[in-house]
């Protein structure tokens, strides 16, 4: 079963930074839009950012914007989330999935629609 494997979460404090991975092998990663998602105690998952297969298209959810960055390096097979002014209410588990297709307008399908979750990652941003 392909899955994604998400690194680069730990522990920081309010204002700091973390870079989130999210890799795959053997896996058609330029066919993908990849999306980033966290899931908070106690809250729904929610759709944080997402990237077009070639990387040209980017969005965010409101409540990062500006502070989140998402990448990809398709040589690599991966993408990156920078997380910059990190508050407390980014705590969560962060999760990337894919979703096929080459056009921007994949990145607004469902979650339902998006497949190969990973584990996650847990970022805690805590003073």
């Known amino acids: 079963q392909l899955q994604f494997v998400e690194s680069g979460g730990g522990v920081v404090q309010p204002g700091g930074s973390l870079r989130l991975s999210c890799a795959a092998s053997?896996?058609?990663?330029?066919?993908?839009?990849i999306g980033w998602f966290r899931q908070a105690p106690g809250k729904e998952r929610e759709g944080v950012s997402c990237i077009s297969s070639s990387g040209g298209y980017t969005n965010y959810a409101d409540s990062v914007k500006g502070r989140f960055t998402i990448s990809r390096d398709n040589a690599k097979n991966t993408v990156y989330l920078q997380m910059n002014s990190l508050r407390p209410d980014d705590t969560a588990v962060y999760y990337c999935?894919?979703?096929?297709?080459?056009?921007?307008?994949?990145?607004?399908?469902?979650?339902?629609?998006?497949?190969?979750w990973g584990q996650g990652t847990q970022a805690t941003v805590s003073s």
């Open positions: 053997r896996f058609s990663f330029d066919y993908y839009a």
């Open positions: 999935a894919a979703v096929p297709g080459r056009t921007a307008s994949v990145c607004y399908r469902p979650q339902s629609e998006f497949k190969y």
